[in-house]
């Protein structure tokens, strides 16, 4: 049993991660139907049905993942415990700039996403290349909705070749997919 701060053992530390990223996408789900407080009851039947098999259909591809929010909150509370939430932080506000129609707000979003993600020594800054570091910047002079493309490509790319497969492989991932599974299974052996 881990006990107390100091020099805590690795393996303690492992599980308390681990425990916090079980946790963290449990509060995220919302097959259960209910936010934190919240004194509903948890809601079964065909929500519960699709949303295991949407579960399931996140291992089929990085953009089946990224189409569904549960998806994207169980992928972001993954990637908060390798603290590179960042990435999909960048790739969300870039996704939500783009639908941004005021000239004038579009101009200020590039701004702030430009100052909080992408130039050097940024507070969350993306790992992405100095040319796409540079194309970007030059790119805000007049801000489009297309001025991230570029950037948000790199990011989207690293992501799925990094981050993704070792959400797949993940405690938490493996645990929802056996809980999606066997919710399947008990549905068709109550047929």
């Excluded at 991660?17 to 996408?25: A, H, Q, V």
């Excluded at 020594?121 to 297309?146: C, W």
Aim: hydrophobic fraction near 30%; glycine fraction near 4%.
């Amino acid at each position: 049993m881990c006990r107390g701060l100091a020099a805590l053992p690795v393996a303690c530390l492992e599980r308390a991660k681990d425990l916090k990223s079980r946790l963290g996408i449990l509060l995220h789900k919302p097959e259960l139907g209910h936010k934190i407080g919240s004194s509903s009851k948890l809601q079964l039947g065909s929500r519960r049905r699709d949303s295991s098999r949407e579960v399931l259909e996140w291992r089929e591809s990085f953009d089946q993942l990224l189409k569904s929010k549960s998806g994207v909150n169980a992928f972001h509370t993954f990637l908060k415990t390798e603290f590179s939430e960042e990435n999909l932080d960048f790739w969300l506000a870039c996704e939500d700039f783009k639908k941004t129609r005021s000239k004038t707000k579009l101009a200020s979003k590039a701004n702030r996403i430009f100052e909080e993600f992408v130039q050097s020594e940024a507070p969350r800054e993306v790992n992405i290349d100095h040319e796409t570091r540079e194309i970007t910047r030059k790119n805000l002079s007049g801000a489009t909705s297309a001025c991230f493309n570029e950037a948000q490509a790199k990011t989207r790319t690293l992501m799925e070749k990094d981050s993704y497969p070792r959400f797949l492989k993940s405690a938490s991932y493996q645990d929802m997919t056996k809980q999606a599974a066997s919710r399947g299974t008990s549905k068709r052996s109550h047929t």
